[in-house]
């Protein structure tokens, strides 16, 4: 059974101030590793798709990253507008392309 | 692009009557949705697969004679809440790939903005 866990549950930052997002993932067989961000009564947003250990993708101040048991999403010089939950959700070769979800990080940045 | 569209974004209904919430997909055609209902502070609870011109998947748990499912096009599909009760109050999220086939699995899902729903 495929398995996210998302860390920390909650973070609080100043703005400007960098740090990362862990998600840590079981799966058989990767086909795919998402990243959304879901603001409050928002249905979620994609933000990356990451295939392969090594890969990396960057959006404005997001950065994706995976290996072959994490991803991280590193926020850099975060401003109050990054404010937002942010999931990570993966989808294996034997789940009949369903994805599995973590329960998020809600970040939350001050000015 | 891959715009999908919910509605209504919220409703309140008495217990036992049926709700029903519509999502779709506006420049793309979905073979296959997605339903999900999300607790507070929880993440997303897959409750359905939808799949066009054909029944509905439900996950584990899931009544399907509690929660219709029809996907009568490739840009609609419906979930019909019957005989509500306050348990089942929440917030219920569609789903769709804007790629078909083999190309789907590695798809990113785009969401609607969601339903709340409450019973009382």
């Known amino acids: 059974e495929d398995q996210v866990t998302q860390s920390p549950e909650a973070l609080r930052l100043q703005e400007g101030e960098s740090s990362s997002l862990n998600c840590s993932y079981t799966?058989?067989?990767?086909?795919?590793l998402f990243w959304y961000r879901q603001d409050p009564g928002k249905g979620p947003e994609f933000l990356f798709t990451?295939?392969?250990a090594g890969e990396e993708k960057e959006k404005e101040r997001l950065k994706a990253t995976l290996t072959k048991k994490e991803s991280f999403l590193h926020i850099t010089a975060p401003k109050p507008e990054d404010s937002a939950t942010y999931l990570c959700?993966?989808?294996?070769?034997?789940?009949?392309?369903?994805?599995?979800f973590g329960d998020g990080t809600t970040l939350t940045v001050k000015p | 692009g891959a715009v999908v569209s919910q509605h209504p974004s919220r409703v309140i209904c008495k217990s036992g009557t049926s709700v029903k919430i519509e999502c779709r997909s506006l420049?793309?055609?979905?073979?296959?949705m997605f339903w999900y209902r999300q607790f507070p502070k929880k993440s997303l609870m897959l409750m359905a697969t939808?799949?066009?011109?054909?029944?509905?998947?439900?996950e584990q748990g899931v009544e399907k004679d509690k929660f219709l499912i029809n996907h009568a096009s490739l840009t609609l599909s419906t979930l019909t809440v019957t005989s509500a009760h306050p348990e089942d109050s929440s917030f219920y999220i569609c789903?769709?790939?804007?790629?078909?086939?083999?190309?789907?699995?590695?798809?990113?899902?785009?969401f609607g903005n969601g339903t709340r729903l409450t019973v009382t």
């Open positions: 990451l295939y392969s």
């Open positions: 959700a993966v989808r294996g070769v034997t789940n009949a392309g369903k994805s599995t």
């Open positions: 789903s769709a790939r804007a790629s078909t086939g083999l190309l789907s699995y590695n798809s990113p899902l785009h």
């Open positions: 799966v058989s067989g990767l086909r795919g």
């Open positions: 420049d793309f055609q979905a073979t296959t």
């Open positions: 939808s799949n066009e011109g054909s029944k509905a998947t439900y």
